[in-house]
């Protein structure tokens, strides 16, 4: 909930900063709104505005690269789920167990992370989920091999399993972004001082009115959109499960 509490705290800084420029403008002496006061003004808000965008440019640019990221290693850990099942698979009956528990495995993941319940939660770094790994990969370790092939087939289930864990980790790790409040708040300092400005500028009539409801909703969403990118395993824009779900489909086929 709190991108949506992030994003509401802006919407309401910068429409209340430029309804209290409007106002000043009325109270002011006329001194004060002279061309070049208000030339000053100008110039200093376009300031603030250049440098706004750049920053919320680069903050959506690095939030939509991290939420690809965790889209690209959901998709690779699918991937390796299903070599990991067909390697088993090859290696023979001595290996039902191993894939039964990575059945297992996969299925609480998806129904933790991806599960229409959980949505808005962050349930991939649990100590069930750390003790299916490991369980599977002691069952990897403890298979006997009879023969060459199997000794192979034992050694890249154990690469992939790596890889897999691996994969996890990065997961977990890139999924924890989010904006800083220090940094939250440095932005909004600058939306209601630019807004703010705005207001000075602009008579207070019904058009101004509505364009700078329209203008803070839309840097709301800007700030929404940002720190659900940096979360991707959870909220609104939540990274796709159906690369997990289609590997959960196909093992033990």
């Known amino acids: 909930m709190r991108p949506l509490a992030d994003a509401l705290v802006v919407l309401i800084c910068v429409f209340a900063s430029g309804l209290l420029g409007m106002s000043l403008r009325g109270l002011l002496p006329e001194r004060h709104l002279a061309e070049d006061s208000m030339g000053m003004v100008r110039l200093c808000t376009g300031v603030l505005a250049t440098l706004t965008a750049l920053v919320l440019g680069l903050l959506v640019a690095s939030a939509k690269a991290n939420y690809d990221r965790v889209s690209d290693d959901v998709v690779k850990g699918a991937v390796s789920i299903l070599l990991l099942d067909r390697t088993l698979a090859q290696y023979g009956e001595q290996t039902h167990e191993a894939r039964t528990e990575l059945r297992a495995a996969v299925s609480s993941m998806v129904d933790r992370v991806f599960g229409a319940r959980n949505r808005g939660t962050v349930t991939i770094d649990s100590a069930e989920g750390l003790a299916r ?37 990065l997961v977990i790790n890139q999924a924890q972004g989010s904006l800083p409040g220090v940094f939250l708040l440095v932005l909004v300092l600058w939306l209601v001082i630019m807004f703010a400005g705005f207001g000075l500028v602009t008579a207070k009539n019904p058009t101004a009115i509505v364009t700078l409801a329209l203008c803070a909703l839309s840097l709301a969403g800007a700030v929404l959109m940002t720190e659900e990118l940096n979360e991707p395993l959870t909220g609104l824009m939540q990274v796709s499960g159906a690369p997990m779900r289609y590997a959960l489909a196909h093992l033990g086929g």
């Open 133 to 169: 790994s490991e369980r599977l990969e002691a069952e990897l370790r403890n298979l006997t091999p009879q023969n060459d092939v199997q000794r192979s087939l034992q050694a890249r289930a154990l690469d992939i399993s790596n890889d897999i864990a691996q994969t996890r980790l």
